[in-house]
């Protein structure tokens, strides 16, 4: 029995995840949970699954489950009462779901332990990716991508050789707007924004999705999980979402990994990884499918592919960079304080302002994330 900790357990990814351990009642339990302030759901989750603790990083809602719990369960709260929760001794995975740059902090303290992470956070190695890798050299831990994009490709190079890659292939949805002619992104809503086709997803990560510059973090997150150069990743436009990635390699010939797109099935592939488990997920139809179509993405409608890549390539903070302001853009126009066109703007507006540190520390880091946030900030605001 494997006891698993997930921070964000209230989330998308969070919700998966516990849908996967109840399907394997003998090989895993929910022992940690974790949410931001959405206590109705994870007290209905802490009914269900009976974890050892929990921690909430609002305060006033971490108040409130105690009182609501009376002692059940045992409650932590705030950043500090994270990482404490984190640093239980009995945890043999972390599932990191929290949203954007709060989730590089745990996914630390996790690897220090030497704790296995399947990894949601994709800015956890957008930020710090170099950092990330050393720890995980240093501490004999663990990392295990969860997106279903780096899933794919994990799956994919199982046996092989890495000099024989060519290039990696990331597939890309196209998000609600591929056909959608950039000069008619001035008129995007919130709502219409938060549709996406294929996928069901939090808000953050749906509108990274409709800008496409989900396709450029994952780019810098392939970089440092597969040791490759920019250069030899590549990103492709699949509407079907059934192929999630692919591997070239140096004969010509490519592999790709294919299925339904249900994050249940990436989730499930690291809980259990290097093995495969039973699963009742709906399967491909290819004969109801009947045809899959690929085309490359227009850089200069979806800016922010582009922006990832010059980031990645210039190094340094420079992602770290693309990430807050990213993060603040997103947030002004979810609040629709912004319009959906200004977010790349405001990205490429940082990168050009915002000096860029070279072989960065933690401290590099975070620094730079809090001086982009307010920097980026005050700028959108002037834009409204």
């Known amino acids: 029995m494997k006891n698993i900790c997930i921070l964000g357990s209230t989330g998308s990814i ?19 949970l974790t949410t931001n302030k959405n206590i109705g759901i994870l007290q209905q989750q802490i009914e269900r699954f009976h974890p050892r603790a929990v921690a909430v990083l609002d305060e006033c809602s971490a108040s409130l489950l105690k009182q609501t719990m009376n002692g059940a369960v045992n409650v932590f709260t705030g950043e500090d009462g994270l990482r404490e929760l984190v640093s239980q001794g009995d945890i043999d995975i972390v599932i990191n779901s929290l949203v954007g740059f709060a989730g590089l902090r745990p996914t630390i303290e996790a690897i220090k332990r030497g704790i296995t992470v399947a990894l949601a956070n994709k800015e956890t190695l957008v930020v710090a990716g170099e950092i990330i890798t050393q720890l995980l050299r240093e501490h004999n831990a663990a990392l295990i991508p969860v997106d279903s994009e780096h899933s794919a490709i994990l799956q994919c190079l199982t046996g092989e050789k890495s000099d024989d890659i060519a290039r990696l292939i990331l597939t890309a949805s196209g998000g609600p707007f591929l056909n959608m002619r950039k000069k008619d992104f001035t008129s995007v809503t919130v709502e219409a924004a938060l549709k996406h086709p294929n996928w069901k997803m939090g808000s953050k990560i749906t509108i990274d999705s409709a800008t496409m510059m989900n396709k450029g973090l994952e780019v810098i997150e392939a970089h440092w999980l597969f040791n490759l150069p920019p250069e030899k990743i590549d990103v492709l436009i699949h509407p079907q979402s059934i192929i999630h990635s ?73 992602p770290a960079i693309l990430n807050a302001a990213n993060e603040v ?30 072989s960065p520390g933690l401290n590099d880091i975070f620094e730079t994330d809090t001086a982009t946030r307010t920097v980026v900030k005050s700028y959108g605001l002037h834009l409204t």
């Open 329 to 358: 853009a997103v947030d002004l126009f979810l609040q629709r304080q912004m319009s959906f066109d200004r977010i790349p703007h405001l990205i490429a507006h940082a990168l050009e302002k915002i000096p860029v540190k070279h």
């Open 14 to 32: 969070g919700q998966n995840s516990l849908e996967v351990i109840a399907n394997f009642p003998d090989r895993f339990h929910a022992s940690y």
């Open 246 to 318: 692919m591997v070239e390699f140096v004969d010509g010939s490519v592999k790709a990994q294919l299925g339904m797109p249900d994050m249940k099935i990436p989730i499930q592939y690291a809980l259990t990884y290097p093995e495969r488990a039973s699963s009742l997920y709906n399967r491909v139809d290819f004969a109801e499918l009947r045809e899959m179509t690929f085309f490359k993405p227009d850089l200069d409608q979806f800016e922010c592919v582009q922006l990832a890549y010059d980031a990645i390539r210039e190094g340094g903070t420079a």
